[in-house]
């Protein structure tokens, strides 16, 4: 070994060395369009499955930028946020806006641009105060959800045609169909004995009944109208006794008055007698 030789400046240099090649790919491989790129902001009420971030912005087929950042806003609408980078010399109007695309057959998704015309206002954006893009509901997408939504029904359609199928196939066991077999027959005995007592019924003893209880009726009600007139008379006959009673009663009330009076009067003489006593010494 050669004692001359410093093994830590060599490792230092190995190390620079890498460092500068690294530094050297990194710089031949910067887009130095993303020095440029401004902040611009767009909502979506749909769902966004199958974006990601990194997922590139596209305006009429063209990149033009890439999706920063992807947020859920938490208001009652659950809108989704999408932080996009933009090119600086893009001509992003107020009629421009934001729909979702599928990227070939991978199911991926990107943010496609478009503007109507191009009579609209720039739109002026900053770090502190991006500007937003309006946004619309893809139609391709919204075939995808509506295909989504066929499949789930005609899933729960299969489910629900193979419970049928299952419970047909319980009505056609052997052992079921003998009992809805037993089931039937007793119905139509049941019809057969509620034929036969509605044929047996006699509906002349009803008016019989029905007539004699009124007969009955007309009868009671006579005796007891003839029972009342009796008992009025009856009560008429007692008050004209009572005022008569009331008249022989008067005479004899005033005679026994007067003789009571009599009686107070003469009470002394009931008590002594009618004798005088002898006059005494000097009468």
């Known amino acids: ?72 806003v938490n208001d009652p609408d659950e809108r989704v946020r999408l932080s996009l980078r933009l090119d600086n010399d893009l001509p992003i109007r107020s009629n421009t806006f934001a729909t979702l695309q599928f990227q070939g057959i991978t199911g991926l998704l990107f943010v496609e641009l478009q503007s109507s015309d191009t009579l609209g206002e720039r739109l002026v954006t900053s770090e502190k105060e991006p500007a937003v893009i309006v946004s619309q509901s893809s139609r391709l997408v919204e075939i995808t959800e509506k295909v989504d939504d066929a499949l789930q029904n005609f899933n729960q359609l299969t489910n629900s045609l193979q419970q049928l199928s299952d419970q047909l196939g319980v009505l056609t066991n052997q052992t079921m169909q003998q009992q809805i077999s037993s089931l039937l027959t007793s119905i ?88 005088t006593q002898p006059a005494g010494p000097g009468e």
């Not at 491989?29 to 971030?53: A, H, K, M, Q, W």
């Open 188 to 275: 139509e005995q049941l019809s057969l004995t509620a034929e036969a007592r509605i044929s047996a019924f006699d509906p002349t003893v009803f008016n019989q009944l029905a007539s004699d209880f009124s007969s009955n009726t007309e009868k009671l009600q006579q005796s007891l109208t003839r029972e009342m007139q009796l008992m009025s008379e009856q009560l008429q006959n007692l008050s004209e006794d009572t005022q008569a009673s009331t008249r022989l009663l008067s005479p004899l009330l005033l005679q026994a008055e007067s003789l009571a009076e009599q009686l107070r009067l003469e009470r002394n003489t009931w008590i002594r007698g009618n004798h």
């Open 1 to 72: 070994m050669n004692p001359k030789i410093n093994y830590t400046l060599v490792g230092g240099f190995v190390v620079v060395l890498l460092l500068s090649g690294l530094f050297f790919i990194g710089f031949m491989t910067r887009d130095s369009r993303n020095l440029d790129r401004v902040p611009y902001i767009t909502y979506f009420y749909d769902s966004v499955s199958g974006l990601n971030e990194r997922a590139a912005v596209k305006y009429r087929g063209v990149p033009i930028g890439y999706v920063e950042k992807i947020s859920l």
